[in-house]
């Protein structure tokens, strides 16, 4: 099947420790996306990636990290210096006419 | 900045028409998603217009207007499980390809 998978599901992080979510999509899919959600609230760009090797900042990159070594895979690393990460995390992936997102993760700080 | 705006609410019947409207800056615009999501769910694709007009898929037809910055999001014969959040997204050139969220608007369909 196609599509974006995102793990796992959920992640505790205790504090002052980094974690690691991730993205993988088979769509053939050129960008792909970050993006934090808080509840009741819209989505918020952190990182995205056009190409391979490439990335930009989007508007809540502070306390984030992201790689994208592969096309199929854009890992977030939430790093101690996101002083609030609690929020529903998604990925996304897109072409020239679609953006489709994976199933999300929540991070949960102990 | 690229603002995205839309209502923050809104209550329709049943089996009614509901129009849920959003405006955007233009500068740099390329085209503009419509999503749906249900409670602790993630987006799900409704839409993507990039040339002015309706476009129809459906019960859901989706609007826009390049040169007003404006777009809606049509649902006609609502059903309970429409209950959801509508999120406007504009994708920009600028800055990269990028898609820009507005808040979402919670719709509830009353009986």
């Known amino acids: 099947d196609g599509g974006i998978t995102q793990s796992p599901k959920y992640l505790f992080r205790k504090e002052g420790q980094n974690v690691t979510l991730s993205c993988e999509q088979n769509?053939?899919?050129?960008?792909m996306y970050w993006y934090r959600q808080d509840p009741g609230q819209g989505l918020r760009l952190i990182y995205y990636?056009?190409?391979?090797?490439?990335?930009q900042k989007g508007d809540i990159a502070e306390g984030y990290s992201v790689s994208r070594e592969k096309k199929e895979s854009f890992p977030l690393t939430v790093t101690s210096a996101q002083k609030n990460p609690t929020a529903f995390y998604l990925c996304?992936?897109?072409?020239?006419?679609?953006?489709?997102f994976g199933p999300g993760t929540r991070l949960l700080v102990l | 900045g690229q603002n995205i705006d839309q209502p923050t609410e809104m209550t329709a019947t049943e089996g009614a028409i509901v129009q849920i409207n959003c405006t955007y800056q233009?500068?740099?615009?390329?085209?503009l998603f419509w999503y749906q999501q249900h409670a602790g769910e993630a987006p799900t694709f409704l839409s993507y217009?990039?040339?002015?007009g309706l476009e129809e898929k459906g019960r859901f037809s989706s609007f826009l207007s390049r040169s007003k910055g404006y777009s809606y999001l049509l649902l006609k014969e609502l059903q309970m499980k429409d209950s959801a959040s509508y999120l406007c997204?504009?994708?920009?050139?600028?800055?990269?390809?990028?898609?820009?969220f507005g808040a979402g608007t919670r719709l509830f369909v009353k009986a």
């Open positions: 769509l053939n899919h050129d960008a």
């Open positions: 997204a504009a994708h920009f050139l600028t800055g990269g390809f990028k898609t820009i």
């Open positions: 217009n990039v040339l002015d």
């Open positions: 996304a992936s897109s072409n020239q006419e679609t953006q489709y």
């Open positions: 990636s056009q190409i391979v090797n490439d990335f």
């Open positions: 233009t500068s740099g615009f390329n085209g």
